[in-house]
């Protein structure tokens, strides 16, 4: 394949390579009669062959397919590639190989957010929390909530937009799980809850995702993970065990804010908010008087809120 040539594959052009990762390979592209910009990823050549893989990827495609929310990447399509796309790629792309196109959104962390206060932090938390609570609500555990998989979005010059992306490993709640799943541990282990770090499947609920959360608040408000440690191992042993460092934050934050990430990170499940949308209201009750007018573009509480019935009902 000439570098200047563009690929063909089902309604999309792929135009160029924006990453390339261990299972597969991420491609900017163009829906053809459409015009707009997407973001396709194709399983590589190395992964194709591979049952787990496969169901590793195709879980992707069933979690992200029932979910519609703003600061969640949107699915677009879905599909195999056929052999002219095959061939048009010099044999990049294998025939047969799963695809499927979302939104392109900025290679951009919320880990890039500039200027970063308590207005800042809480509104980006919020818009999580919702995001989360719109996923839990439907039966998906994300299972890998990191800084990395929470990309900024335009927002016009205002408080950071977020979109939750990722959900290579998501966890589909009362979705039987094949034999080599049970009991396997997969994440990024300075976030991943006690359960998870376990294996302990059976456990996994939307307390799991909150427990990254608070890892993630950890960070956000100190520059700091909660755990440092030396090998995986010491890692691990500090979230099964050790008590969460007190939080020493770089700016003004509520007097509740250390409670606050206590209870998303506390060691048994049973112990941290149980839902997103629980969370979520006790962060909007944290205020700081001294932090200036509350900005009227944070996260709606009654999008919260809509999600808490719905997961009631």
Same mark, same amino acid.
Request: net charge negative.
């Given at each position: 394949?000439?570098?200047?040539?563009?690929i063909e594959?089902?309604?999309?052009?792929l135009?160029?390579?924006?990453?390339?990762g261990?299972?597969a390979?991420?491609?900017?592209?163009?829906?053809?009669?459409l015009?707009?910009?997407?973001?396709?990823?194709?399983?590589?050549?190395?992964m194709a062959?591979?049952p787990?893989?496969?169901?590793?990827?195709?879980?992707e495609?069933?979690?992200?397919?029932?979910?519609?929310?703003?600061?969640i990447?949107?699915?677009?399509?879905?599909?195999?590639?056929?052999?002219?796309?095959?061939?048009?790629?010099?044999?990049?792309?294998?025939?047969?190989?799963?695809?499927?196109a979302?939104?392109?959104?900025?290679?951009?962390?919320?880990?890039?957010?500039?200027?970063?206060?308590?207005?800042?932090? =809480?509104?980006?938390?919020?818009?999580?929390?919702? +995001?989360?609570? @719109? &996923?839990?609500?439907?039966?998906?555990?994300? *299972?890998? %909530?990191?800084?990395?998989n929470?990309?900024?979005?335009?927002?016009?010059?205002?408080?950071?937009?977020?979109?939750?992306?990722?959900f290579?490993?998501?966890?589909?709640?009362d979705?039987?799980?094949?034999?080599?799943?049970?009991?396997?541990?997969?994440?990024?282990?300075?976030?991943m809850?006690?359960?998870?770090l376990?294996?302990?499947?059976?456990?996994?609920?939307?307390?799991?995702?909150?427990?990254?959360l608070?890892?993630?608040?950890?960070?956000?408000?100190?520059?700091?993970?909660?755990?440092? =440690?030396?090998?995986t191992?010491a890692?691990v042993? +500090?979230h099964? @065990? &050790?008590?969460i460092?007190?939080?020493?934050? *770089?700016? %003004?934050?509520?007097?509740?804010?250390?409670?606050?990430?206590c209870?998303?990170m506390?060691?048994?499940p049973?112990?941290r908010?149980?839902?997103?949308?629980?969370?979520?209201?006790?962060?909007?009750?944290?205020?700081?008087?001294s932090?200036?007018?509350?900005?009227?573009?944070?996260?709606?509480?009654?999008?919260?809120?809509?999600?808490?019935q719905?997961?009631?009902?």
């Amino acid at each position: 394949m000439n570098e200047s040539e563009n690929i063909e594959l089902g309604a999309f052009t792929l135009e160029a390579v924006l990453g390339k990762g261990g299972m597969a390979t991420v491609w900017r592209g163009s829906h053809r009669a459409l015009g707009a910009p997407v973001a396709v990823k194709v399983m590589t050549r190395d992964m194709a062959g591979s049952p787990t893989a496969l169901r590793a990827f195709r879980r992707e495609v069933h979690a992200a397919a029932g979910l519609d929310h703003p600061s969640i990447i949107t699915l677009y399509d879905f599909g195999l590639v056929d052999g002219a796309a095959s061939d048009a790629s010099g044999g990049n792309l294998i025939e047969g190989s799963p695809y499927f196109a979302m939104e392109l959104a900025s290679p951009q962390t919320i880990r890039e957010i500039e200027n970063l206060d308590w207005r800042t932090a =809480r509104h980006v938390l919020l818009q999580i929390l919702d +995001a989360l609570s @719109h &996923a839990h609500a439907r039966g998906v555990v994300h *299972r890998d %909530l990191k800084h990395d998989n929470v990309l900024l979005s335009n927002s016009g010059g205002g408080l950071p937009s977020v979109k939750l992306s990722d959900f290579g490993i998501a966890h589909i709640i009362d979705y039987a799980a094949s034999p080599d799943e049970a009991g396997k541990t997969a994440g990024t282990p300075s976030y991943m809850a006690p359960e998870q770090l376990q294996g302990l499947w059976r456990d996994y609920g939307p307390w799991t995702d909150l427990y990254a959360l608070g890892c993630m608040a950890y960070e956000l408000f100190s520059g700091n993970k909660p755990y440092k =440690r030396s090998s995986t191992r010491a890692l691990v042993e +500090a979230h099964l @065990h &050790a008590p969460i460092p007190e939080l020493k934050p *770089r700016f %003004l934050v509520p007097e509740g804010l250390g409670p606050w990430i206590c209870k998303l990170m506390a060691k048994a499940p049973g112990d941290r908010f149980q839902r997103a949308a629980d969370a979520a209201r006790e962060l909007l009750k944290l205020t700081v008087l001294s932090a200036g007018p509350e900005p009227e573009e944070v996260t709606s509480p009654l999008l919260v809120m809509k999600e808490l019935q719905s997961e009631v009902e």
